[in-house]
């Protein structure tokens, strides 16, 4: 678990919603969702796993989230977000099923339908429903309680529906429109939130036919109550009018504002985006200049309608962007802003806690390491180490640490020209001249501490360039590894010392990390000079294959073993002319 994720762990929200893993390329590779957020994302993190959850651990890097006002709302998300990210993780859910909706079809005499799809049919839908079966349900339901029309295709003579009372026969009788017109306004009143009434009947027949001991028809108003609770949860994350809107919310803390914009399309949340920023000014003015240049961006397209908060003037907006923009004030849409400013609440609380928590691991850990050494606080490290392989190809790297952060720009390898092979400390005072003498020369910033991957001998020869030859005062420590080549010590001083330092401090931290760092870029640059000389003494003998076809020859088979084991046909598939695939494969056979 990495810094990141540990610290974003300790100041989850312990709020609805849904979260999205990300590896180390920032792919989302698994979206969930959780009641509480922060235990479930947390118990990824804790305990054992084994199987599906072990691999998906075992790549997360990083993760995001988003707070839903309610657990239904976290689960239609996560499948929007699910179908946008298609997450490698999220097999079972990878499918092109949606949630139901109710359907009141656009016909000369209407049906109530259950459907996966919504077209633009100027038919009338309700949803959408996770639960697929109360949906289902609650359909039949409205079925034999309003008699409107069940058959597809009209018939030419009355079906059973007529003589069970759920169908007043259009194929046959003629049917004055207003009855209809009647009926589907009930019903859509009904789906739209005002059922209380229908529900109220139906408890008063459950008691009935209790009361005349009659349980199988009572239990069958208990069942139809319950689906009506089921389907008719509300539900913010879908509208019921499949309109395109941007949601927008933000937040202010300490100079800083956080923007959220909830892309919603066809009536269904399916993305966000966070920006965080810091403002100079009036916090609405700052959030009408942010809304004016993320439309510049030509990978926002204007919706057709923009949802703000009260705060902020919708006329300048309206204005500035000829696009209807909006304030709701009551209902679903208004608790879609609300929600968007909720997320932009905590995600602007979070970057300070993330702040305040980075700077204890990074430039608080500089100042505790300057405290147990008596500097001043080394915000700028640069540490070296040597490799080589039984005294073969011996090369050194430097890594820069800054405010107690790796700076990768700024790395550097080094092949070792004048110490002798086995010279470990020849090779080290060669490396920290070159590089002083550099920095020197380009008037290159001094660093603030020097560590050395070693013990007193190495330090002894990086002082004796870096105070006697060059000139210059900067502090020299070195880094001792244990048995198990842990970091173990810091030494430091004339004569070098171990400064007492507690194994669980920031500043120890700090020095475990610059030196597993400095050592992992040493070894990489071993290993890649090591198969650069691998590639160059076998295949230099052999006519015909200059650096370009080395080169191709080892991407595409990946080492020279397989090259050596390769067929004719193999070589040729690896783009080979076929005289030289057969010089190089005999080559191979007399080795």
Request: one cysteine or more; glycine letters at 6%; hydrophobic letters at 40%.
């Amino acid at each position: 678990m990495n810094d990141i994720i540990q610290a974003k762990l300790a100041i989850l929200p312990e709020e609805s919603g849904c979260y999205l893993m990300k590896d180390r390329q920032g792919t989302i590779i698994y979206v969930g969702k959780a009641k509480v957020l922060k235990n479930r994302v947390r118990s990824y993190f804790t305990g054992s796993h084994n199987g599906k959850t072990a691999r998906l651990v075992s790549e997360i890097v990083d993760f995001e989230y988003i707070v839903t006002s309610s657990n239904l709302e976290a689960l239609i998300l996560e499948l929007n977000l699910i179908k946008l990210h298609d997450p490698k993780y999220n097999i079972m859910l990878t499918d092109d099923k949606t949630y139901p909706y109710i359907k009141i079809t656009n016909e000369k005499y209407p049906r109530i339908l259950t459907t996966r799809k919504v077209k633009k049919d100027k038919a009338k839908y309700f949803g959408p429903y996770p639960n697929a079966f109360a949906a289902n349900e609650t359909r039949k339901m409205l079925d034999r309680i309003y008699p409107l029309r069940k058959c597809a295709q009209l018939p030419n003579q009355v079906c059973l529906y007529y003589h069970l009372g759920q169908c007043l026969a259009p194929c046959v009788k003629d049917i004055d429109e207003q009855v209809y017109e009647n009926m589907i306004e009930e019903i859509s009143k009904f789906l739209n939130g005002g059922y209380v009434d229908v529900k109220k009947d139906l408890e008063e027949k459950m008691l009935e036919a209790a009361d005349k001991l009659e349980f199988e028809r009572a239990k069958e108003f208990r069942d139809q109550i319950a689906h009506i609770e089921t389907v008719m949860q509300k539900q913010k994350i879908v509208t019921g009018d499949l309109s395109d809107r941007d949601v927008f919310g933000y937040a202010v803390e300490k100079g800083w504002m956080c923007a959220q914009v909830f892309f919603v399309r066809q009536g269904k949340l399916i993305e966000r985006d966070v920006s965080v920023f810091p403002i100079y000014g009036d916090p609405d003015e700052e959030f009408l200049t942010f809304v004016g240049r993320f439309y510049e961006s030509p990978q926002h397209l204007k919706p057709k309608e923009i949802f703000i908060p009260a705060t902020v003037d919708e006329t300048i907006l309206q204005n500035l962007l000829d696009v209807k923009v909006i304030i709701p004030k009551r209902g679903s849409k208004k608790e879609l802003v609300d929600m968007a400013i909720k997320n932009a609440q905590i995600a602007i609380h979070e970057k300070f806690q993330l702040i305040e928590r980075q700077e204890e691991r990074t430039v608080g850990a500089c100042e505790a390491l300057g405290v147990a050494m008596g500097i001043t606080p080394p915000l700028r490290i640069e540490a070296f180490d040597n490799s080589h392989m039984h005294g073969a190809d011996p090369v050194s790297a430097m890594v820069v640490f800054i405010d107690g952060k790796p700076a990768k720009k700024e790395y550097r390898k080094y092949k070792t020209r004048e110490a002798a092979k086995h010279d470990d400390y020849g090779a080290m005072q060669e490396v920290i001249r070159r590089r002083y003498i550099r920095v020197l020369r380009e008037n290159l910033p001094l660093p603030d501490l020097i560590i050395i991957d070693g013990g007193k001998g190495q330090m002894e020869v990086a002082r004796e360039v870096v105070e006697d030859e060059l000139g210059l005062y900067i502090p020299i420590a070195g880094l001792a590894k244990d048995s198990k080549h842990n970091t173990s010590q810091l030494l430091f001083g004339d004569p070098p010392e171990p400064i007492a330092m507690k194994r669980t401090s920031d500043g120890f931290y700090l020095l475990q990390r610059i030196q597993d760092e400095v050592h992992r870029f040493a070894i990489t640059f071993l290993r890649q000079q090591q198969q650069a000389h691998a590639i160059t003494s076998v295949l230099d003998g052999i006519e015909g294959v200059g650096p370009k076809r080395k080169q191709q020859l080892l991407k595409h088979f990946g080492s020279v073993k397989k090259i050596r084991e390769a067929t004719i046909e193999e070589l040729i598939e690896a783009g080979m002319p076929s005289t030289l695939a057969i010089s190089i494969n005999s080559y191979f056979q007399k080795e």
